[in-house]
């Protein structure tokens, strides 16, 4: 997976503008506030401990918006059952992951319309909740802006907790986030030539 080149002077100001963020919602650390938890790594289970956060906030009668990028038209169990949930807001990227459309300006497309969802939600301060799986994967290949992605997440509104996944996260997601685990490889059921399984991996 190729690196991303970035602009030194660009990096430098974003992450200026990153900590005086975190500083100010530090000084408001003795309140209750919305928390930022960012699940990167190479290990499996960054979308389904967003997703026992999903289960954890509906039993509390919360309202949760979930944005799924590069998932595309996979039948998940855990999509059948949040779903139908009446608290729930479900969004899917429609074009997959990149490797099967193999269209960069079609994934493009697809990944700022659907962005334009998650901003949406963000803005939203009925949303108790709002989960981004696998939005490291669109700031990497630079699909979406990333200026505009860590202006939303700053912006969004004080209570509301946000989970965001994907491997790979960048320094300034990483510096943004409140909490951030790391989530690694031993080995996958996947290189011993098991495949996917139902109810384990989707």
């Not at 289970?45 to 009668?61: C, E, I, P, Y």
């Not at 919360?62 to 590069?70: I, P, R, T």
């Not at 319309?113 to 696998?134: M, N």
């Not at 939005?135 to 202006?151: G, I, M, Q, R, S």
Request: proline letters at 1%.
């Amino acid at each position: 997976m190729a690196k991303a080149i970035h602009d030194p002077e660009k990096h430098a100001e974003r992450m200026q503008k990153i900590k005086q963020h975190v500083d100010k919602r530090i000084e408001k650390a003795q309140e209750e506030k919305g928390t930022f938890v960012l699940l990167t790594g190479n290990g499996k289970g960054k979308s389904s401990s967003a997703l026992g956060m999903v289960a954890r906030a509906l039993g509390h009668n919360m309202k949760v918006g979930v944005v799924q990028f590069l998932k595309g038209e996979w039948n998940t169990g855990e999509i059948d059952f949040f779903k139908a949930h009446p608290n729930v807001t479900w969004h899917i990227m429609d074009t997959g992951f990149t490797w099967e459309s193999q269209n960069r300006e079609q994934d493009i497309a697809s990944s700022v319309d659907t962005w334009a969802k998650a901003e949406a939600l963000l803005a939203d301060e009925s949303y108790d909740l709002v989960v981004l799986d696998e939005l490291t994967y669109l700031l990497h290949y630079e699909y979406l802006d990333a200026d505009n992605v860590l202006k939303a997440l700053m912006n969004r509104p004080l209570m509301q907790h946000l989970v965001v996944t994907g491997r790979g996260a960048s320094e300034e997601l990483i510096e943004l986030a409140d909490t951030v685990s790391e989530i690694k490889e031993i080995k996958h059921a996947f290189k011993r030539g098991i495949k996917a399984q139902k109810g384990l991996e989707y």
